[in-house]
């Protein structure tokens, strides 16, 4: 039988249905669930009963709305097969872009470990893991992206050392201590790296600075007419502190959140400077800073709990689909009267599709098309005479 009457027998239209049926499994499960999941998820609104009475705004602050995200772990070269990094790095970027899209965010926080083997990477995969960063988390030029150093990002503390500290700082403007004032709102990220209290490279000049800043931050009660305030923002107004791991506490027991650590691991003590800061570290930070709200990532898993003077505390569970079934990242707002301002903030989590629905779904939609496909069988070929010619058999009926 020739080339074209080969080609005649094809039934195109089946073809093209089959194909279209695979794209639409494809499109809703890489692409519209993460809309509809996503579109559940809103900013939350400000409680004014809650606003901090003794800041006195003295300007007309606009919104600010701000993403909080940790531990993406982009996958490198050494640890993890090449099909589990590009489904991870698309399972990030779609969530990613999806929420910049319906959420639009004023700033975003990366809470440390954007690299799962930052420590490890030589010059050259150093540099394609930070445009790989940029691609994966593209934000609109009005979006303000900060990030903060962790320990597969520089290396715990007894890993770590210059050159790894600097190229990081150097990639994305993240030094040891950084402060920002937006819309008179502080912002404080720190390196938990440097937090080590031994006054090495890294952490003697990160306490240097965090003790200046709470000359800053404590000005007003204090006597000296030489003192001076943060720059933009108001007095009395408090800070709000990021970083990768989270302050001290004795284990995760404390933590209920539905997405927490998983029962059997919750009363296993937490290891002072490998799971959390250290008792004094934290106790430092307290009292130096005395923030109003603390951000961290690192375990994981979420937690939501109260420091010593009602100080709030929420850890970010991993964005990365890799480390938890059902990732999730927050959403702060200081809006007036909704979102993050000077005197008052709200908070709510956002869950990304679960990978066990996203699995469910194909293999739902896979024996939905296989049952299609046996049901409409006879007409892949056009008739019984046809078959017969071109294939030797008989139709199946």
Known sequence: MSKNRMLHLINWSYILKLFLALMTILFVCEVLIYYIVLLKCS??????????SSVKLTANYKPVKAMILADTHLLGWKRGHWFDKLRREWQMHRS????MTIHNPDIVFFLG???DEGQWADAMEFRHYVQRFHVLFQVPEKTQVFVVAGNHDIGFHYVTNQHLNSRFTDAFAAPAVKS?????????????????????????PAEKKLKELSKLLHCDHMKSRKCKTITGAPNNSRPILFLHMPLFRKSEAVCTEIDSVPPE?????????????????????????????VLDGHVHHSCHLLHPGAVPEWTVASFSWRNKNNPSFLLVVN??????????????????????TVITLYVISSLGLLLWIVATRRRICRSSSYIYYAFKTKCLV
Do not use: H
């Open 43 to 52: 900013w939350p609104q400000l409680n004014d009963a809650l606003a901090d």
């Open 180 to 204: 920002v004032v937006i819309e008179g709102n502080i912002f404080i990220m720190i390196n938990s790296i440097a937090m080590e209290g031994d006054k090495c490279s890294l952490c003697g």
């Open 96 to 99: 990613f872009q999806t929420v």
């Open 265 to 293: 691991l919750k009363y296993i003590p937490n290891n002072e400077k490998w799971e959390c800061l250290s008792k004094n570290a934290t106790n430092k930070l307290l009292k130096w800073l005395e923030p109003r709200l």
């Open 113 to 115: 470990d954007i690299f």
């Open 335 to 356: 809006l007036s009267p909704a979102t993050i301002t000077p005197n008052n903030f709200a908070v709510s989590k956002c869950y990304m599709p679960q990978e066990s």
